[in-house]
Structure formats: C-alpha cells, structure tokens
C-alpha cells in the first residue's frame, strides 16, 4: 500500500450558471487592464489523503465515494479526479 | 394526531414549528434527533429549517446521510405526509425524496424578505385548503434557495403536477420560479419559504390566514378537528 495525495475538484456543469466566476470575471478582472481573460469558473476542490495499492485504484476509489455519498451533485455538478504521489 | 420535527445538528427553525404545531395548532409534536428512529404510528414528519452540519459541502447534504432519513424514506413511501422547509426542503432533494437541486441564489446574497406564493397544486396534504393560484404572503431566508431543474425535468414536474408552489414574481432566479415541489405521490412537499413564521397575525404583516391553511390543510388531510 501507498499513500496518494487526490484532488477533486467539484465545478458546475456547462450550462449551469456560475454567479460568483461571472461577477470575478466583468467586475473585477475585465475592468482591470486584463483583456485577455474571457472565463472564469469557480469550483470547489477537496483534498484527500488516502492509501491504496496504485494510483489506478485511488482513483476508482476516490470516485467511488464521490459518488456513493454524493459529495458532489450529480443534477449539476461534475468532478475531476487528479492522483498524485504523497 | 402525532407529528415529528427532525432535528439535526444545526437546526434552527425547529422551535418555531413546534411552537406553531402546539401552541397554534394545538396538535401534538414532538421533537426527533437526526440520530434516533421514528416511531411507527407517526402520523406526520416535518423537517425544520436551519443549517444543518453549517451548510457544510453544500446545504443538506451530510445531513441527508443521517439515519432517520431511512425511516423518513419509508415513511414516504407508505404515503405519511412529509413537510420539508428551507433547509429541510434541501435535505428531501439531496437525500433523493425530490426532485431537483437548490443552488446558491443568483444575487449569492442571503435573501431574508417577504415574498408572495402561487398555489399550484391544491392536492397534496399541505394544500388542500387552497383554491388554485390562491396568494400567500411568506418570509424568504435563505443563501441557497434558487431551485434548478433541467428543461426536461421540468416538463415532467409540470406534467406530472409537481410544482406546488412558484413565486409571483423572480426572487432567486429559480427554474420557473419554483418555491416548493413534491414527489410524484405527492405526500411528500419542499419549500424554501417559512410557513413558519407566517401563520401568527403578530408576526405577520401582511395576512396569516393563507399561511395557516398549510398547516389547516395536514389537519383536515388528518382528520383533526380543533
């Protein structure tokens, strides 16, 4: 067994508006001198520590509590799932 | 007749419904810790507003993870009718019950303000003393209160008569201004508004008549008389 460090990252689907990364975006950032910046979307990132035997199966883990206890909303939210080395 | 208020850590509107049940109603309440079981011969179940775990995650969502929400799944399964307000109407979603997803308002300020509510569905236990599209003057408080649902999602609640209450005019930018929805039985309701707060003329400014006929509604579904 080893130890991995995993992000979940929790974001609101396309389509789903996100108020707060909108408000980030035309209120602070484009009235800046930052032009170039065209999206920003905020998200939620939970980080676990957990040990398992490879990367593969701390992800396929991690998935699974994700989806077991609902840690994110399935109607609008989805996760991305990053291992790495403790 | 019997009615449970669930309490879960964080819980603060629980008082309020038990006053309103008793002292108003005078129905017989009793409080239930998220941790025990339900008795069988409840007869009504409401889940109070508040914060429960501190909207820790996202509001209602560990606390649709306690144990009494299997007893509350049965119970809605039997056909017991099932009150969630604002809080409690986040746990009912997020424990599977209904249908559906509360997401921070559009303005992401907590909105704590009077609102009026369309009756649309006169056929559940909590609103068979309404005439359709009656008006009721209700309190908002709430930071996550936008109702979301997917277009076809919506066309089934609509079908299938789901929507029970909307509000009159856009408040937090939910999906067909929807204030409240049950199951497709429709013993078990969701609002973000408090009834609560509403049914006593010494806190109400406006009118608590149609506020109280909530409440009146479970009694006649009940067969209480007072």
């Not at chain 1, 067994?1 to 209120?27: H, R, W």
């Not at chain 1, 920003?40 to 520590?49: D, G, Q, R, S, Y």
């Not at chain 2, 649309?120 to 005439?131: A, S």
Request: hydrophobic letters at 40%.
């Amino acid at each position: 067994m080893a130890t991995f460090n995993v992000q979940v990252t929790i974001e609101n689907k396309p389509g789903i508006s996100d108020p707060e990364g909108d408000t980030i975006l035309n209120d602070l950032v484009l009235k800046g001198t930052h032009k170039t910046v065209s999206k920003i979307k905020t998200a939620k990132m939970l980080k676990f520590t957990i040990k398992e035997k490879n990367k593969k199966t701390a992800e396929s883990k991690i998935q699974e509590i994700c989806d077991e206890l609902r840690i994110y909303n399935p109607v609008v939210s989805k996760i991305t799932v990053a291992v790495f080395d403790a | 007749m019997k009615v449970g208020v669930v309490v879960f850590p964080g819980s603060n509107c629980d008082r309020d419904m038990y006053h309103v049940l008793t002292d108003v109603f005078n129905l017989d309440a009793q409080y239930y810790w998220h941790e025990k079981s339900l008795p069988k011969n409840i007869d009504a179940v409401i889940l109070p507003g508040g914060f429960s775990y501190g909207d820790r995650l996202r509001a209602g969502v560990i606390a649709a993870h306690s144990p009494i929400i299997k007893d509350i799944q049965k119970m809605a399964e039997k056909g017991i009718p099932i009150l969630g307000v604002c809080n409690g109407f986040q746990i009912l979603v997020e424990s599977g019950l209904l249908p559906g997803v509360l997401l921070k308002n559009e303005s992401l300020n907590f909105m704590c303000e009077w609102t009026n509510l369309i009756v649309e569905n006169n056929k559940t236990p909590f609103t068979n003393q309404f005439k359709l599209h009656d008006r009721i003057p209700i309190p908002i408080a709430n930071g996550e209160g936008r109702y979301y649902v997917d277009d076809d999602t919506l066309k089934q609640l609509k079908k299938k008569n789901q929507i029970v209450f909307r509000y009159s005019q856009v408040v937090n930018g939910s999906s067909n201004r929807i204030a409240g929805v049950c199951n497709q039985a429709g013993n078990v309701v969701g609002m973000m508004p408090h009834p609560e707060r509403a049914v006593e003329s010494e806190i109400n400014p406006v009118d608590n008549k149609p506020s109280s006929l909530i409440f009146e509604s479970l009694m006649v579904k009940m067969g209480v008389v007072n």
